[in-house]
């Protein structure tokens, strides 16, 4: 019996499709209310993507108009990534690294500082400041131009600036950016850091950084080539979204010429330490 049902199927299916295509009516044949294609829009159907739309339209208004399109306005950040305390064996000090812009959705102006403190030497031991003409070049990456002034160590410099900011695949965030002093001394850094959700509020996030020279510069003890590499580990808790303390790993090590020029003074090329700071926003 159910061998004989559905052979009735199959012989009815076919069937029942070449009469659907029989009775296939095009949409354009098909009658619709007199006005349909009347309709007037605003913007009209072949008009492109519009940035704004306006609030008001010519000619009496026919309903309660269109409301504008809260977009490409003007924003302001401030951002600390870390604010904490470092033990540095034995050399404690508090270091900053803070950024804040202001701009539209294209173009931003950033300003951005690193500096440490030395408690043991009641001191600043770096301190620099950096500012930007950001401009957004692509999905998820901006370029920048500007300058930056190291203040500390001395004597002070001063270096042309650009790079680009923004997430590699897998959200990795990176920055790299190159320099040129005003002795035309030619160097670049490359940070790299990844949130690894643990929860919603706990965050682990692996960092590293680099740095380069072209030039050796003795004054400052940096050598020629790749001269230090940081490695961190920061484990954070969002207390809200805009405030997290966090606690951590630190290690960073100078290397070639610039461990022999940190050897030859007397300072430490290899440090490990353990961190413990805020990092916020508004």
């Known amino acids: 019996m159910k061998t004989y049902v559905l052979f009735l199927l199959l012989m009815v299916l076919p ?40 609030d008001a339209q010519r000619g009496p208004q026919k309903n309660f108009g269109l409301q504008p399109i809260h977009d490409n306005e003007v924003f302001f950040v401030f951002r600390g990534d870390r604010l904490e305390y470092q033990t540095r064996e034995g050399t404690n000090a508090l270091f900053w690294d803070i950024e804040s812009w202001l701009g539209k959705d294209y173009n931003k102006i950033f300003l951005k500082s690193e500096g440490a403190w030395l408690f043991n030497r009641d001191e600043v031991e770096e301190a620099q400041l950096e500012l930007y003409w950001s401009r957004n070049i692509s999905t998820f990456w901006d370029f920048q131009l500007g300058f930056r002034q190291d203040f500390k160590p001395e004597p002070t410099r001063t270096f042309a600036a650009f790079g680009f900011e923004g997430l590699v695949p897998y959200w990795f965030e990176a920055e790299i950016t190159g320099y040129v002093s005003g002795d035309g001394d030619v160097s670049a850094k490359a940070e790299l850091e990844y949130d690894l959700l643990l929860t919603q509020r706990l965050i682990l996030q692996p960092r590293f950084e680099t740095t380069v020279a072209v030039q050796e510069v003795n004054e400052l003890g940096v050598g020629q080539g790749i001269n230090y590499i940081e490695l961190g580990l920061r484990l954070r808790y969002e207390i809200r979204r805009e405030l997290a303390p966090y606690v951590g790993v630190s290690w960073n090590r100078k290397l070639g010429e610039t461990m022999t020029l940190a050897k030859q003074e007397g300072e430490n090329f290899d440090v490990l330490s353990f961190v413990g700071g805020i990092k916020f926003w508004f």
């Open 15 to 54: 069937v029942a499709g070449w009469a659907a295509e029989d009775h296939f009516v095009d949409p354009k044949d098909r009658k619709f209310p007199a006005d349909y294609h009347e309709v007037k829009t605003h913007p009209e159907v072949t008009t492109g993507i519009q940035k704004y739309a306006p």
